[in-house]
């Protein structure tokens, strides 16, 4: 049956959205989708969209490559779906604002012409020949007389006893060995003209296309309810309890219930034959879902439950899994799990491997207070080892760790101890204190003790940096080649070719200066460089006349260590506006604090 377009009359609107070519959707004025109603492929639309630039001043179509007629079967709020170019220019786009209009086109015209060209036909086809076709509806005489191949449900007229005499014999004549084919009345009782023909007991078919009839086969177009016959192609669908015997291949689905009962599937077998569910590759068994032969002499033995994995060439591979009806034992490979969960068999061994969740070990009768310690590849058992002072003791189940008081060493109250050769014992020389109100170490030297109170010497302890001496006082080491003592550079204040010696150390010392020629006024006179820079810069640098020529300077002449110069690597000597006298020799003391 031909499928016109939906006429719609006086529709106009406008492309929403770009639409490019090949589009199978299209977008329209927001609120115009409504104007075009249901639409679907049953009742399409045909619409016009113009370019803008295809339309001339008048709004009527000035160029044709700028159109396209589409079919739209479908609608979703202002989308028209479901496009396809009946007309028109196919391979162009369309932008927002193009217009879109219904109207009538040459191909909605030939539609309709085509439409009537076919209802003038003369003649009608059909397995025999029909030259009038007034017997469509009048029916009058003879006017059926052979086979009719198609679909005769489409007469609506009811067909007299005497207009069907030679179909009933046609179907008799090719219907042998079927079933009697009966149309049943509203009064249910059958008329002997409702008999097409009485056949013999069997199962009919409908050949799709020629609905022609044939005798079904057994195994092939349905399953007998005896399970006789072959493969079925197909889903087959029963409704309650169903038993089918004999072996049979299913090709395709099998489906157990509606979604709305309980349904089971029963594998049922005498106790002396093993109960499968076989899966496959290539007809050739892999896993096999067993329950097995083992007789049941009561008490719920037997009938346990394995999992059979098979070789590729389907025989015995192992029961990889294995369940005992009785007693909930399982055994998977060859490791045994009792109800409990206790492990009593063996994996991979005698342990289960760590790459297989274990520990690598067996732990099952390990002594109290074993842990499992990892080393590297793996886990050990192994027992804590106690350290000096300290006691380990294992228990079933935990581990009591103490500690153990080491000895009090040898000392009077109030003594430092020290290490002597390995032992500890008190110092005399080192008292803590709390006698004396706010203090809280004393440094005392021993009753015979004549030397130095304290001394520090060098990371190696060969020589002696600073000290105290008996009574307290300071000192710095007396050395004739310290190893620490400062460089010394002159300046332009010390003038030309002057001489500079240290006499000390970087912490305390003399400095010798011997001006050379035309010092210079208000100008650096001295760089000390440290022999070890300090962490950071010294806070004070304390300087003091060692002889009469730096005695007597003073006011613009005075000779000065320079806030500025102070650093971690040194400090320098600067003179005032008044220059220092040439060829002469000035001499400071110097002390180096922070």
């Known amino acids: 049956m031909t499928i016109f377009d939906c006429p719609i009359s006086n529709l106009s609107t406008t492309v929403a959205a770009a639409c490019m070519a090949g589009a199978t959707s299209i977008t329209i004025a927001a609120g115009s989708g409504s104007l075009f109603g249901t639409v679907s492929p049953s009742s399409p639309v045909r619409i016009l969209v113009i370019q803008a630039s295809g339309l001339n001043s008048n709004g009527l179509v000035a160029d044709p490559s700028r159109l396209t007629v589409f079919r739209a079967t479908g609608r979703t709020g202002d989308t028209l779906t479901g496009l396809s170019v009946v007309e028109g220019q196919s391979a162009i786009n369309f932008a927002p604002g193009d217009t879109v209009t219904v109207s009538l086109t040459a191909g909605m015209l030939e539609a309709i012409q085509d439409a ?201 591979a192992g029961d990889w899994l294995q369940i005992n009806r009785a007693s909930g034992l399982v055994t998977i490979g060859a490791a045994t799990i009792s109800q409990a969960g206790a492990h009593t068999g063996a994996w991979q061994g005698a342990i289960v491997a760590a790459q297989y969740g274990g520990t690598g070990v067996d732990a099952h009768a390990a002594a109290n207070g074993s842990l499992l310690i990892g080393n590297g590849s793996g886990f050990a058992l192994a027992q804590l080892t106690a350290g000096a002072n300290i006691t380990i003791t294992p228990a079933a189940g935990g581990i009591t760790i103490a500690a153990t008081p080491p000895t009090v060493p040898a000392g009077a109250t109030g003594n430092v101890q020290y290490n002597n050769a390995g032992a500890f014992g008190g110092a005399a020389g080192l008292l803590y204190s709390s006698s004396a109100s706010g203090v809280a170490f004393t440094i005392r030297p021993a009753a015979a003790n004549t030397g130095d109170c304290q001394q520090i010497t060098n990371p190696g302890g060969t020589a002696v940096l600073y000290g105290f001496d008996a009574k307290g006082r300071p000192y710095t080491a007396a050395s004739s080649t310290p190893s620490n003592v400062p460089s010394a550079s002159g300046g332009s204040g010390a003038g030309t070719s002057p001489s500079l010696v240290v006499q000390g150390t970087d912490a305390d010392g003399v400095v010798v200066l011997n001006t050379g020629t035309s010092p210079a006024p208000s100008a650096l006179v001295a760089t000390m460089s440290f022999s070890s820079p300090y962490t950071s810069g010294p806070k004070t640098i304390i300087l003091t006349p060692a002889n009469t020529a730096a005695a007597l300077l003073s006011g613009a002449a005075k000779v000065w260590a320079d806030q500025g110069g102070i650093s971690a690597g040194g400090w320098t000597l600067n003179v005032g506006t008044t220059a220092l006298a040439a060829s002469t020799q000035y001499r400071w003391y110097y002390l180096v604090i922070g």
Do not use: C, M
């Open 116 to 316: 009537v060209n076919a209802l003038e036909e003369t003649s009608i086809s059909s397995a025999d020949t029909y030259d009038d076709p007034a017997w469509i509806t009048s029916l009058a005489g003879s006017k059926i007389v052979g086979n009719i191949a198609g679909d005769a449900a489409g007469l609506s007229a009811n067909i007299a006893q005497s207009q069907v005499t030679n179909l009933v014999a046609d179907l008799a004549a090719t219907a042998s060995g079927l079933a009697s084919y009966i149309v049943q009345t509203a009064a249910n009782a059958p008329a002997d003209a409702q008999i097409l023909a009485t056949l013999a007991t069997g199962l009919v078919k409908v050949t799709t296309g020629t609905g022609a009839l044939s005798t079904a086969a057994a195994g092939t177009d349905y399953l007998a309810p005896n399970g006789s016959g072959a493969a079925l192609t197909g889903v087959v669908h029963t409704v309650g309890a169903e038993s089918i015997a004999g072996g049979k291949t299913f090709v395709d689905s099998v489906g157990f219930g509606d979604g709305t009962g309980q349904p089971t599937i029963n594998i049922n077998g005498a106790t002396s034959q093993v109960r499968d569910l076989a899966y496959r590759t290539a007809n050739v068994n892999r896993w096999l879902v067993r329950v097995d032969n083992s007789p049941e002499s009561g008490a719920n033995a037997g009938s346990n439950f394995l999992l059979e994995a098979r070789t590729d060439s389907g025989g015995f």
